[in-house]
């Protein structure tokens, strides 16, 4: 596998000795979805920011697509596209402003914006709403939304963060559906979540944190078999028990 | 840096403003609005209260008035005038404001005047009571005009020409028009009103970029698109300027039409200020060329600093109603002390003075707006507005970049 994203012995500390992140290290490849699981706290937010290049990090060295993420900042950021766990939008402005906005900061032309903003309407099932504005769309509408702002340059990484958490049944649908469909174009994919049975159900691998340190990194399969038990919640508490 | 990127988020943010009640009223409404509003507002007072004043009849009381039926009866046709009679002691009922004056006419009062003799009329007033003077007034008009009939009978009964009476009179005639009273105003309000206006104008905007977008959680998508941080500010900042600036512009050209429109009421504003014991001594009014020029120039400069310094703030902020209770101290600050020089009339200002960012551009408003132009002073002034400018935007760049503000948890 040619890795897409190289993150090779990160530490992150906020102020002074507290490790947020503490040597980890881990690469994702193109057509995988690639788990980043941990409990609240565990650091994947870090971790995220860290990849995106919106946070600075005590050391450890970080590539996407070969490039040098402190090197090449602007390059890596234009071929990322990452949901972030809160979602926002700017209210006063329709759903297509707000991708148009975006695409535009992304630097694409005016022509292939509106086709890909057509695609993604069509595909995240936006169209009825898309020309109202933000502020009246109701959460499935927001995510939904977000996902189409995250992906409008059609990154060939993809890391959604908590994208499923709040969201009901139908709306977490939505979510898994895209990274599913993402996956086999070709992307790469990081999938963060606390929710061990999403991941299980999508992730080909994973590296699973606590408290800042990596405590299993494996594909799923091997991690129950390792472990010697059912499913990827009871790795997960078995793991953190001994470990 | 990529301009595209700066121009697609000034856009956007303009648009965004425009699309804001909140923003838009304090951007648009409130600058046409507020100086027409206020000097109507004052014409009704000024209006009602003279009114109020002509309605209300002082109160004398006459002691004797059989004795002098011509001084009683003249009293009497001053209108607001009304004469009561009271029982008992007269310095009492005008100590109590019974009554705001009395006069005390001599029983004797025929029998002097026929012998030529002077006749003494008592006026008991109160000096702490305004109406009592105002019946003082009244008084000494009747009384004038009687003595002269009464002296210009005994000269003429001997002869003598009455015009010999009078020796030097004064004509009064006020040479201020209603244009000139209302150009001191301009002089004074048009300097207030930029400053006020190139921090106010735009705050809603700056908020709601920073703290705003912050509270919305759309900061961090923006900063994970490929603009660069400098970008990012940058398109912001120019957003806030553009906002504050056309503010200035709206207010000073409210400010200037309603002077024109309403000039009349600008004049019985500043007599009413006159009567405050305010300066109101009027110039000639009319702003040159020139001098509209260099108030925008420095007006741009000075929106620039004050846009960066109220972005700086409000990105600490994490939220709008927080970053409201950072700008509105911070505003005070610096609007009172410009405020307080701007109306000090004698303030003679050296020219390090000029050298104070703000303080300065009031400084030059004020001079140019009476015809002085002082190169010294407007190149200092810009020197001192275009450092400050520069600065703030840095610092503002600096602030954006910082992780500790855009993630605090
Ligand atoms: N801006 C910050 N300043 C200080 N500490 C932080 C900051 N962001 C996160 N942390 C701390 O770092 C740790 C990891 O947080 P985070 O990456 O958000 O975890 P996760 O996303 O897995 O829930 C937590 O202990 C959190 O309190
Ligand atoms: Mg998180």
Redesign the pocket.
């Known amino acids: 596998m040619e890795p897409i994203i190289t993150v090779k012995n990160l530490v992150?500390e906020?102020?002074e000795g507290?490790r947020?992140?503490d040597d980890v290290s881990f690469e994702v490849g193109a057509g995988e979805i690639f788990g980043l699981l941990?409990?609240?706290?565990?650091?994947?937010?870090?971790?995220?920011?860290a990849i995106s290049t919106i946070l600075s990090f005590t050391s450890g060295k970080i590539e996407v697509l070969g490039m040098d993420n402190q090197e090449k900042a602007g390059e890596v950021r234009a071929n990322i596209g990452i949901l972030t766990?809160d979602i926002g939008a700017y209210e006063r402005f329709s759903g297509r402003e707000n991708l148009r906005y975006f695409g535009e900061l992304y630097g694409m032309e005016k022509k292939d914006l509106d086709e890909r903003i057509e695609e993604l309407s069509r595909l995240l099932d936006m169209e009825a709403f898309i020309d109202k504005r933000a502020g009246k769309y109701s959460t499935g509408m927001k995510q939904r939304l977000a996902i189409a702002r995250s992906v409008i340059h059609n990154p060939r990484v993809i890391i959604f963060?908590?994208p499923t958490s709040g969201l009901d049944v139908l709306a977490s649908q939505t979510v898994r559906n895209f990274m599913q469909r993402s996956k086999e174009e070709g992307r790469a994919v990081i999938f963060?979540t606390?929710q061990m049975y999403d991941a299980e159900k999508l992730c080909d691998r994973v590296i699973i944190?606590h408290?800042?340190k990596t405590v299993a990194y494996d594909s799923v399969e091997n991690l129950k078999i390792k472990t010697g038990t059912g499913d990827l919640e009871d790795v997960f508490l078995q793991l953190v028990a001994t470990g | 840096m990529n301009l595209r990127n700066v121009i697609t988020i000034w856009k956007k943010e303009i648009k965004d403003t425009i699309r804001d009640r909140r923003t838009l009223f304090s951007m648009v409404i409130i600058p046409i609005l507020l100086m027409p509003v206020i000097m109507i507002g004052m014409f009704k007072l000024i209006e009602s209260q003279t009114e109020s004043q002509k309605e209300k009849a002082v109160k004398i009381a006459i002691a004797n008035e059989d004795a002098a039926p011509q001084i009683a009866a003249a009293i009497t046709q001053q209108g607001k005038v009304e004469v009561v009679k009271v029982d008992g002691d007269l310095q009492t009922a005008v100590a109590e404001e019974e009554v705001d004056a009395a006069i005390i006419i001599p029983a004797d009062f025929q029998e002097l005047v026929v012998s030529q003799k002077n006749a003494e009329l008592e006026l008991i007033s109160k000096s702490t009571n305004l109406n009592s003077a105002n019946v003082s007034a009244v008084v000494s008009v009747v009384i004038s005009n009687y003595n002269k009939q009464l002296l210009g009978k005994r000269f003429g009964a001997q002869g003598i020409n009455p015009e010999i009476l009078s020796g030097v009179t004064v004509v009064n005639r006020d040479a201020a028009t209603a244009k000139e009273t209302s150009g001191y105003l301009l002089g004074l309000l048009i300097p207030l009103f930029i400053v006020i206006y190139s921090i106010a104008g735009g705050q809603y905007t700056a908020i709601d970029v920073s703290a705003g977008e912050k509270e919305r959680k759309t900061l961090e998508a923006l900063f994970l698109t490929p603009a660069k941080r400098i970008e990012i500010v940058l398109g912001k900042f120019l957003a806030v300027s553009t906002v504050s600036l056309t503010s200035i512009v709206l207010a000073i050209s409210s400010l200037y039409i309603s002077f024109t429109y309403i000039g009349d009421i600008g004049g019985s504003m500043s007599a009413g200020m006159g009567a405050t014991g305010m300066d109101t001594s009027p110039f000639n009014f009319s702003v040159e060329p020139q001098a509209a020029i260099l108030l925008f120039g420095v007006s741009i400069f000075l929106v620039l600093m004050f846009s960066a310094a109220i972005l700086s703030i409000s990105i600490y902020a994490k939220s709008f109603k927080e970053a409201e209770s950072y700008i509105s101290p911070a505003y005070m600050v610096v609007v009172l002390p410009i405020a307080l020089i701007n109306s000090m009339p004698t303030f003679e200002p050296a020219l390090w003075h000029y050298a104070i960012p703000a303080v300065n551009a009031v400084l030059l408003f004020k001079e140019v707006l009476i015809g002085t132009y002082d190169m010294g002073h407007i190149l200092m002034t810009f020197a001192s507005l275009i450092i400050a400018s520069i600065f703030a935007i840095l610092i503002a760049t600096k602030i954006y970049s910082k992780?500790?503000v855009l993630?605090?948890?």
């Not at chain 1, 941990?38 to 920011?49: D, Q």
């Open positions: 992150k906020y102020g507290a947020a992140v941990g409990p609240n706290g565990a650091g994947k937010t870090t971790i995220i920011r766990t963060d908590e963060s606390h944190i408290k800042g | 992780e500790s993630f605090s948890s």
